[in-house]
């Protein structure tokens, strides 16, 4: 009986085990994974590679186009009379050689044919060719990564939500991240004097990002528009607002154009928005995991153009588009044409044609990116839309802070106290600052600070932000540091960007424009005992801290 049953064991385990066997190893090796990651990656470069060569073809056919208008222009110059042709000669210089007309046609192409190009759709920039190339531009330049984010920006009639996205858009990228991906903040404005006061503003802020190659700062030449002013009124809608679409068209056109040698992927922002931390990672990986290349159009918000992304060799015919009809509609509504132009059956309904466009234009969700404005770059427009699917963001932002007494000598908003903010409990809500109001961290023993960052403000509250405060530091042996570190009479030390303050405290830092102060102390200041916030004129909102951040040297 028990050899019987001994022998049914084994016959039981000759079956399975095979099965078994195959499971474990049909089963994917996380080397395998790893492999098809990469192959997926290199095959995304290879595109990149093609993009380049595309890129460089239709510069060459641009060329083409205006070698051949040159030749035109010079075959009209030498049929007019000896006395009318001084205005050809003076643009086209002496007259060409019929060998170097020759060998031009030759390079151009000698058939009748030709592509349409940017010319086609903006005549007026046949006699603007400087109008093809950014008037202002600030950055290094940087090109061969995977993301390039464009953010176009234009003067607001109220209030301006610029700094604020910029902050959050840096913050959510990692180290390595930073160094895969350029952010290009698009200033769609002509008056230089208003543009160099953006950039100012923004290099102060970000000084850093800039000098690295992240951010780059770019405005179009008045040329590149046309006559706005001239343009016929459609779909009952005013002058005006006629005019705001029609920019921001061409604002969107130049800005992809701009950005579409500089890497694999493309995506629109706008100036009005905040993104959660990791989105490049998200998008990267959302990206790479689609199984097919038919898609042209990856979704991470629901409204308008903001967080869409689009495979960079996809831009020619997107732009190309937008020009064509950049007169007739707004921008989100050519953009659907273009799904509908390339996937919808005339013949079909609705529901057909949404389910080939879902093809190209996928969605993904949660949504990565939220729109935080209320008033709308166009004059009198109110705008209160709210993605309902990115979640609702934290208010404030927790870090293990060394022990210290906190104060203020600001008035308290209900439950939100600085103490519970310090601990990271939640953020700090004060009334309206006034001049000398101060914020007061009094550590229980001495530390060496090694890096420190006050956010205010928070996405609910965006207004309610610290300016023109510093942050100031007391040495332990202050008294002894007087004849130091740091030059008399408050003087700038040209070594160290340190102020001394008659009451012993030093200033290393200010908040900037986006209602941020963060800095790494000069190490020559020692051990300090307190750190304080100190407004230097009277606040025009409440207060929030929604971040504290003190990190003492040494720690992790």
């Known amino acids: 009986m028990a050899v019987r049953r001994n022998g049914v064991v084994l016959l039981t385990a000759l079956i399975f085990l095979p099965f078994f066997w195959f499971m474990l190893s049909s089963r994917p090796a996380p080397e395998d994974a790893d492999l098809e990651q990469r192959l997926t990656e290199l095959r995304e470069r290879l595109r990149f590679a093609e993009l380049q060569n595309q890129a460089r073809s239709k510069e060459l056919q641009a060329l083409r186009e205006e070698i051949k208008a040159a030749l035109t222009e010079q075959q009209q110059n030498s049929h007019r009379p000896e006395g009318n042709n001084n205005a050809g000669a003076s643009r086209t210089g002496k007259q060409l050689s019929e060998e170097t007309k020759r060998k031009l046609r ?9 592509l349409p190009s940017i010319y086609n759709y903006m005549p007026h920039l046949r006699e ?35 700094m604020q996205s910029l902050a959050s858009i840096l913050d959510g990228l990692s180290d390595e991240e930073k160094d895969d991906c350029v952010i290009v903040l698009f200033i769609g404005e002509t008056e230089q004097e208003y543009v160099n006061r953006i950039a100012d503003m923004v290099k102060e802020s970000y000084k850093a990002p800039i000098e690295s190659g992240l951010l780059e700062i770019i405005s179009p030449p008045a040329g ?7 343009l016929k009124e459609t779909f009952g809608d005013p002058r005006e607002r006629v005019k705001w679409r029609t920019k921001q068209n061409l604002d969107f056109s130049f800005l992809m154009m701009y950005c579409q040698p500089k890497g694999q992927f493309y995506v629109q922002l706008e100036d009005d928005v905040i993104g959660k931390p990791g989105y490049i990672s998200t998008m990267k990986n959302f990206a790479l995991q689609q199984k097919t290349e038919e898609w042209m159009i990856l979704e991470f918000s629901q409204l308008g153009f903001i967080g869409k992304l689009f495979k960079t060799s996809d831009l020619s015919l997107v732009v190309e588009f937008f020009l064509m009809f950049h007169k007739d509609k707004p921008i989100d509504w050519l953009l659907d044409h273009i799904f509908f132009v390339k996937a919808c059956h005339p013949e079909k309904d609705n529901k057909h044609c949404d389910r080939m466009k879902s093809a190209l234009r996928v969605r993904f969700k949660p949504s990565l990116f939220q729109h935080i404005g209320t008033f709308s770059s166009l004059k009198g427009k109110i705008q209160k839309l709210k993605d309902k699917d990115f979640g609702k963001q934290p208010l404030h932002r927790a870090h293990t802070n060394p022990p210290a007494d906190v104060s203020t000598t600001l008035e308290v908003y209900q439950k939100y106290t600085l103490g519970k903010c310090y601990l990271g409990e939640n953020f700090f809500w004060g009334l309206t600052p006034t001049k000398g109001d101060t914020i007061v961290f009094s550590f229980h023993s001495p530390i060496v600070i090694e890096k420190y960052k006050f956010s205010s403000g928070n996405t609910e509250h965006p207004g309610d932000k610290l300016i023109n405060t510093t942050v100031d530091v007391l040495p332990e042996n202050h008294e002894q540091k007087e004849g130091g570190i740091l030059q008399d009479n408050r003087e700038d030390n040209t070594k160290t960007g340190m102020i001394r303050l008659d009451d012993g405290f030093i200033q290393i830092g200010q908040f900037n424009a986006a209602g941020v102060a963060e800095g790494e102390p000069d190490k020559s200041i020692g051990r300090v005992r307190q750190l304080r916030l100190r407004c230097l004129s009277d606040g025009k909102a409440w207060v929030i801290l929604s971040e504290i951040h003190i990190k003492p040297d040494g720690t992790r």
């Open 106 to 114: 030759s390079l151009v192409g000698g058939g009748d044919l030709q």
């Open 128 to 162: 603007k060719p400087d109008a093809l190339q950014p008037a202002f531009h600030l950055g290094q330049g940087r090109t061969g990564v995977s993301f390039v984010l464009g953010i176009p920006t234009i003067k607001r009639e109220k209030e301006s939500y610029l």
């Open 224 to 230: 590149f528009y046309p006559d706005l002013d001239s």
